[in-house]
């Protein structure tokens, strides 16, 4: 079911130095065959130091030890002096502990023994970027700077300028780089779905399909035939055979939607399934192993109805493998312009309203929004549809706003929508470093943390070579 870190390896960089021609062309084999393509070879290690100072990120060092003119363990420093969240990865033909220790102490990661094995080299590169990921992730909760999305097309679709969704979306980009089970919590209309869709286009199984599931709707008496699917002449009507979503969803995501309502006694099947990564059609007695990213998501509080009995601990904890949260449109009030802006643009240009009135856009900012995203933008839209390509007025709004007294805002009160995208807001962030560090690349995206071949990208975007 699991693809381990296969989708880190499209955006992987890794340096590997050894003086030894055969063994580097060696691992360059092994590299390529799976998956990892940005590769970084010298068989000097002053020409390896050379590129790192220059500016060259990468993610994972492969060093060797025993080399002329700068042996590893003065390679491991230099590297790590000018990138130091580089995991670097010692390789030796010398079975000594001491040696090992010193690399640990001075910020090796890991220490392997030559000859290499394909398999183990790959799964301790694996587990150096679930390092890396984690602490990125870690990072991201605590800093106080809007994070860089180095995949922002994937999130294009979610609009925010809130600090604190910005720092979600990071964390679902980290996040889609694994193939952990992802819960995505938060009140009905905040953008879940949305949400586990770009999580989906994030990652490497952004070409298979994403099949989306509301378990509330799944009846106890279809549960299995609709996921497992089932043969012909299974049962009753069952006139040819028909594949079921967990089939549909093969290589792809599956995105279980209102898992809190799915009923207790189905909960172990699905269990099941996510724990051992196969299942059985309908009136089949051949078992199907299937490769799915599953991600769920709930408005309900599953720690409350665990307490009650209602929902199973083992499935809860199986299924959050990662877990994240969408505030509810209320505490995001900077975003209802931005969101309102967005709404309007996707009406046809003769439709479009010229203007929300001052007094309008006061009471949209105040109103508290229990359906949050979705209910603002149904109101929108039928309050656009009324002005009839003419202002957004109060009377244009549903009654229950004509009743409201306008209340404070927590930020002024803008005098036209705004325009900004996501795209632009981290523009704006990430011109604001490379002006800060003297318009340094290698500083810059040492700074966002990103990749350099990233950061360039981004700036060739911006028009700056």
């Known amino acids: 079911m699991s693809r381990s870190l296969e989708g880190a390896s499209m955006n992987t960089a890794i ?10 062309a060696t691992l360059k084999r092994g590299l390529v065959v799976s998956g990892y393509k940005d590769l970084g070879l010298f068989d000097d290690p002053i020409a390896a130091v050379r590129s790192v100072e ?59 023994l ?11 590169i694996e587990r150096a970027l679930e390092k890396k990921r984690l602490v990125e992730i870690i990072e991201v909760k605590t800093s106080f700077s809007p994070p860089v999305l180095n995949n922002a097309e994937a999130f294009g679709d979610i609009c925010t300028n809130s600090l604190t969704v910005q720092k979600t979306l990071k964390e679902a980009e980290l996040h889609a780089m694994s ?44 549960f299995e035939a609709e996921f497992f699917g089932h043969t012909k002449g299974a049962f009753t009507g069952a006139e040819r055979e028909r ?6 969803a093969h290589k792809g995501t599956l995105f279980l939607d209102e898992i809190g309502n799915l009923p207790s006694n189905l909960q172990g099947k699905l269990l099941r399934v996510l724990q051992e990564g196969e299942f059985m059609m309908v009136g089949s007695s051949k078992l199907q192993k299937i490769d799915i990213r599953f991600i769920a998501a709930t408005n309900e509080d599953l720690e409350r109805l665990m307490t009650k009995g209602l929902f199973r601990k083992d ?29 309007i643009q996707e009406l046809d240009p003769e439709r479009r309203p010229k203007a929300i009135e001052q007094e309008a856009l006061n009471l949209l900012l105040g109103y508290d929004y229990p359906g949050n995203i979705r209910e603002l933008r149904s109101i929108v839209l039928g309050a656009a549809n009324l002005a009839q ?12 706003f004509r009743e409201l007294k306008p209340r404070p805002v927590k930020s002024p009160v803008p005098s036209e929508l705004s325009t900004d995208s996501l795209a632009d807001v981290e523009k704006q962030h990430i011109l604001s470093i490379y002006e800060s560090t003297g318009c340094n690349k290698a500083r810059t995206a040492q700074h966002l943390r990103i990749g350099l071949n990233t950061l360039r990208r981004k700036l060739e975007s911006y028009g700056i070579s």
């Open 315 to 343: 499935l809860y904890y199986r299924l959050r493998g990662a877990w994240l949260h969408l505030p509810p449109l209320r505490e995001r009030q900077d975003d209802i312009p931005l969101l309102i802006n967005r709404f």
């Open 389 to 400: 390509g003419g202002s957004v007025s109060v009377t244009t709004l549903p009654a229950c």
């Open 114 to 124: 030559k000859p290499v094995l394909h398999e183990d080299l790959i799964a301790r």
């Open 179 to 222: 193939d952990l089970p992802v819960l995505i919590t938060g009140e009905s209309g905040t953008g879940k779905e949305l949400l586990a869709r770009a999580i989906h286009k994030a990652s490497t199984r952004a070409k298979s399909p994403f099949v989306a599931i509301n378990m509330a709707s799944m009846s106890e008496t279809l």
């Open 54 to 112: 220059a500016g060259d990120a990468y993610d994972i060092a492969l060093l060797d030890i025993t080399m002329p003119n700068l042996n590893g363990l003065e390679l491991l420093d230099r590297i790590k002096a000018v990138s130091p969240d580089t995991e670097c990865i010692m390789i030796t033909a010398v079975n000594e502990v001491a040696v090992a220790v010193r690399c640990m102490q001075k910020g090796a990661y890991d220490y392997l």
């Open 243 to 248: 594949s079921g979503h967990l089939a549909n």
């Open 15 to 24: 340096l590997v130095v050894d003086d030894e021609k055969d063994f580097l």
